[in-house]
């Protein structure tokens, strides 16, 4: 089946210094991926998402790159603020046709950012 | 637009007590519907989901069920619930066809 893998934190890091979040996935056909954000006590928020192989995803200052050779889709921010805090979440769903999509997540990522 | 409510925001439940969480989505129609559960330190766990009215799939066999009343009506119900069902539930809906999942503000659920 599916699944996502990503670093498990917490992160913590300054104001303004560089982010990167990895992430993995196992995928049997051709998944999208997606990160979603999720502020405190909030429900998920769609960060960005990448569609295909080579794919940038990019929002807010955050991208991700579709890396099909390494399965890999991780989030990288040149400079981080105190509003980034939150939790971030890896995301999955296949290519698998039909009118279903399920999304499979990682674990989530918790980031602190200090002033 | 496409708005999604979900409701209660807060709930408080002693053990052996039933439960109904409501979503509703307005502005779209024959969406797909979903339950997420994030319990502490878990990350999310799909419970249920609804590809039409009376149609409902359940990913994790627990004391929870899922029904569809109506197209864009989704509730989550328990008839006695367990310590072990606290947590951070969340409805989302999506598009058929498309990628984006829109989600709820979520209930937080503690069983007392």
């Known amino acids: 089946g599916n699944s996502v893998t990503q670093m498990e934190g917490p992160v913590t890091l300054s104001e303004e210094a560089f982010l990167t979040i990895n992430c993995t996935y196992t995928?049997?056909?051709?998944?999208?991926l997606f990160w979603y954000v999720q502020y405190p006590g909030e429900g998920l928020q769609l960060l960005l998402k990448?569609?295909?192989?080579?794919d940038k995803g990019s929002n807010k200052g955050f991208e991700a790159t579709y890396r099909k050779e390494t399965t890999s889709f991780h989030l990288e921010k040149g400079s981080v603020q105190v509003s980034d805090s939150a939790v971030y979440f890896c995301?999955?769903?296949?290519?698998?046709?039909?009118?279903?999509?399920?999304?499979?997540f990682g674990k989530g990522t918790l980031l602190t950012v200090n002033p | 637009s496409q708005t999604i409510h979900q409701w209660p925001a807060t709930l408080v439940q002693p053990v052996g007590s039933p439960l109904s969480l409501e979503c509703t989505v307005e502005?779209?129609?024959?969406?797909?519907l979903y339950w997420y559960r994030q319990a502490a330190g878990r990350g999310l766990q799909l419970l249920f989901y609804?590809?039409?009215?009376?149609?409902i799939s359940s990913e994790v066999p627990q004391n929870l069920s899922a029904s569809r009343p109506q197209d864009r009506q989704f509730i989550l119900s328990s008839k006695k619930l367990l310590l072990s069902d606290s947590g951070f539930y969340l409805c989302?809906?999506?598009?058929?066809?498309?990628?984006?999942?829109?989600f709820g503000s979520g209930t937080r659920l503690t069983v007392v």
């Open positions: 995301a999955l769903t296949e290519n698998s046709g039909g009118s279903n999509y399920k999304l499979t």
């Open positions: 989302a809906w999506m598009k058929r066809d498309s990628w984006g999942y829109t």
């Open positions: 609804s590809v039409g009215i009376g149609q």
């Open positions: 990448a569609t295909k192989a080579d």
């Open positions: 502005g779209t129609s024959n969406p797909n």
């Open positions: 995928a049997t056909g051709y998944p999208s």
